[in-house]
């Protein structure tokens, strides 16, 4: 298992490879840099100049030094991020957070929104080590599709029907994103059915690294409540021990 | 890289205790960690210091709910002073901070007279050189800010911890309120070294949404920082420079060269810099850098002629 224990993140200088609308206010965009590893469910936070915080994005695939990353525009900071164009410079911090425990066990990812980015490049890594896995993603509207799952839903909760899907395909372990409303009601639904979930959380945050305990979340550990980071001790967190307020 | 014209030396008139450092730009308490959690980015060694996360006798959780509320030009935290107690700071980071020779402040913050009073006597034993006491966080239900905004309690504060603690005192003072003068002497007479301000301002984070013929409500209150809080921290440093003899480390909104030339004529000796930490990891390095270069270029040969000629030009 990786070690993300290990302060390996830095500032990075990337190039904007491209940027485009690919759904309904939701644009992909590839950034070329130094940056060498990343792992699924790890996280970029992205300078936006005119902002008192960085923005953190899911890193939806990585390649060849190539971080993909996929956005909903929804305010200044993704407004701005949305003009940028090929060449243009970039800002991050980068690989953040601790991402999923990858085993090699029949694995139902459900991405539920923009929250199949982290999921896609979960598939993709899953794919390069034969780990048998199926992507369930959930849109409100068919224009808000974001293209690579398995099973597509339109409409309804992405949960709709989840416990037979689970049974049918005899799934071992659940990887998700999403809205917390939507990860809350699927852990209820694992935890009762003692299926192992990971699921990635978003939170705001200022420093990205943990000290300025801006992102803190409750967790249930060896039944004492803790205090965790979504930015360095997440996003990625055990779906069992997540506190829902 | 040395930056040699950039050594300051705080010094208190009256005693002569004094604190020396590499540069006069140093990272605010809260947004750099304990010790070298940044040192991915930067060369800690480059820092005037770090004032470490705010530190209380027992460790604490925090508040609870949401924390972050951004505005524009700043930040609106609250994040309750949540931190390992001075226990497991000792144990577990003071060692890191002397392994890896890194200057830090120790900020302290307490619920009552005898924490502060324990914490300045744990200070002492361990040979910290330099204190910060936090009686200014809007963001706790008990002591701190309160013993903060009454000269006389803050009086009586400062002489506990001065009684208790041989190093350099630095207090820092909060702006919400509009005695600062007053707060400031009272720091000053019980033995305060030097005093560092402004800690954030009580500010209301509101956010509405008009979602399925409804008004969606989300509020945050807590303690505004950033750039945005700049103008208040200058009236308060000329406030504070007009009212004592002791040295200023001021902060509030900084982020450029030109922001320490005009906190430099209000009466600042040193700089914290905190929000700016988030975007820029490396901004108290880079701007020692700017400092330095800008005195090279324009011969300033130490950080007493350039504050000089900027009051008097």
Same mark, same amino acid.
């Given at each position: ?46 300078? %936006? ?197 | ?33 304990? %010790? ?229 004529? %209000? ?47």
């Amino acid at each position: 298992m990786k070690d993300y224990n290990k302060k390996d993140y830095k500032e990075y200088k990337g190039k904007v490879i491209s940027n485009d609308l690919i759904a309904k206010d939701c644009c992909k965009m590839l950034i070329k840099s130094d940056l060498e590893s990343a792992s699924a469910g790890q996280f970029v936070s992205m300078l %936006c100049p005119f902002k008192t915080l960085r923005r953190p994005f899911s890193i939806a695939g990585f390649d060849n030094n190539i971080i993909k990353i996929l956005y909903k525009v929804k305010g200044e900071a993704t407004g701005y991020f949305k003009t940028l164009k090929a060449n243009d410079e970039v800002d991050f911090l980068a690989p953040m957070g601790r991402g999923f425990n990858i085993e090699n066990k029949n694995s139902l990812l459900i991405g539920a929104g923009i929250g199949i980015a982290p999921m896609l490049f979960l598939k993709e890594e899953m794919n390069k080590k034969n780990i048998k896995n199926y992507l369930i993603s959930g849109f409100r509207a068919d224009d808000e599709i974001i293209k690579g799952s398995d099973e597509t839903k339109i409409g309804g909760s992405v949960l709709d029907n989840i416990e037979n899907i689970i049974k049918e395909r005899k799934i071992e372990k659940i990887y998700s994103c999403g809205p917390n409303i939507v990860l809350q009601k699927l852990c209820e639904i694992t935890n009762k059915m003692n299926i192992e979930t990971e699921i990635s959380l978003e939170k705001v945050m200022a420093c990205s690294i943990g000290v300025c305990r801006g992102c803190v979340i409750n967790l249930l550990k060896n039944n004492e409540k803790i205090n965790a980071s979504v930015c360095k001790d997440g996003p990625v967190f055990s779906g069992s021990e997540v506190l829902w307020n | 890289m040395e930056l040699k014209r950039l050594k300051t030396i705080l010094r208190n008139p009256k005693t002569n205790n004094s604190l020396t450092l590499k540069s006069p730009i140093i990272a605010a308490s809260g947004t750099y960690g304990y %010790c070298d959690e940044y040192e991915n980015f930067i060369d800690l060694n480059c820092f005037g210091a770090i004032s470490t996360k705010g530190i209380t006798l027992e460790k604490r959780a925090g508040n609870a709910g949401e924390r972050l509320f951004e505005v524009k030009g700043g930040l609106i935290n609250r994040i309750g002073l949540e931190n390992i107690g001075i226990e497991s700071f000792l144990r577990e980071k003071l060692p890191i901070l002397k392994e890896k020779n890194i200057d830090f402040l120790l900020n302290i913050a307490g619920s009552t007279p005898d924490d502060y009073e324990k914490l300045a006597q744990k200070a002492n034993e361990n040979n910290i050189k330099a204190l910060e006491v936090n009686v200014s966080c809007p963001n706790v239900n008990k002591g701190c800010l309160e013993f903060g905004l009454n000269p006389d309690s803050l009086y009586e504060i400062t002489l506990k911890i001065r009684k208790n603690y041989k190093g350099f005192l630095i207090v820092k003072l909060s702006p919400n309120t509009s005695i600062i003068k007053s707060l400031a002497i009272a720091a000053q007479e019980a033995g305060a070294d030097c005093i560092s301000a402004i800690n954030t301002i009580r500010a209301l984070g509101v956010k509405i949404e008009y979602i399925n013929d409804k008004f969606v409500k989300k509020t945050t209150q807590g303690g505004l920082s950033g750039s945005c809080v700049k103008p208040v921290a200058l009236y308060m440093i000329k406030q504070i420079k007009e009212a004592v003899k002791i040295p200023i480390i001021a902060m509030g909104g900084i982020s450029t060269l030109n922001d320490l030339f005009e906190f430099f004529f %209000c009466g600042a000796d040193a700089f914290q810099v905190g929000t700016s930490n988030f975007t820029n990891p490396t901004i108290c390095y880079d701007l020692a850098v700017k400092l330095n270069d800008f005195m090279v270029k324009n011969n300033f040969e130490d950080l007493e002629k350039l504050k000089g000629a900027i009051k008097n030009d």
